[in-house]
């Protein structure tokens, strides 16, 4: 498997930039897996592959829902934005979500999906973001991960 490949983000725009660039390359049944701590910028990537995807409505974080599902748009591919932090690893409440059955049809992006939703397909982007301390400046690597 080759390296990840890195890039600093020292805006929100260039980690929106990103989301936009990586957008380019997914499709209906590609899983998203976002990992990183509070504030490392995981939905303003989501916003860019939302953008990318040109996908309908707002994006904001799904903390609260738990999941958010954006219709099709141009590109005629949906998104599905998780934020499964709140799940603490429950299995039930994850399958409760179908995310397979979103899979079908949509982008899934799994803020806080690490170690969680990797199952659901036999490979998934996974992206690291790590925000430096006492600054704004990120750093982002990803790699596409197959499920053994």
Not at 21 to 33: C, I, P, Q, S, Y
Not at 58 to 66: G, L
Request: hydrophobic share 45%.
């Amino acid at each position: 498997m080759a390296d990840p490949a890195t890039r600093l983000l020292p805006t929100v725009e260039d980690t929106e930039a990103l989301g936009r660039e990586l957008a380019a390359g997914l499709r209906a049944g590609d899983l998203v897996v976002l990992d990183g701590p509070l504030g490392a910028g995981k939905t303003a990537l989501t916003r860019g592959i939302a953008a990318g995807l040109d996908v309908l409505g707002r994006v904001s974080s799904p903390t609260f829902v738990i999941a958010r599902a954006h219709r099709a748009g141009g590109r005629g591919v949906g998104l599905v934005h998780v934020d499964a932090y709140r799940l603490a690893g429950d299995l039930d409440e994850l399958d409760a979500l179908d995310l397979d059955a979103d899979l079908d049809r949509a982008v899934v992006v799994v803020e806080w999906g690490r170690g969680v939703v990797e199952h659901l397909t036999d490979r998934h982007l996974l992206v690291r973001l790590v925000r430096e301390p006492e600054s704004d400046v990120r750093t982002a690597s990803w790699e596409w991960v197959r499920e053994r």
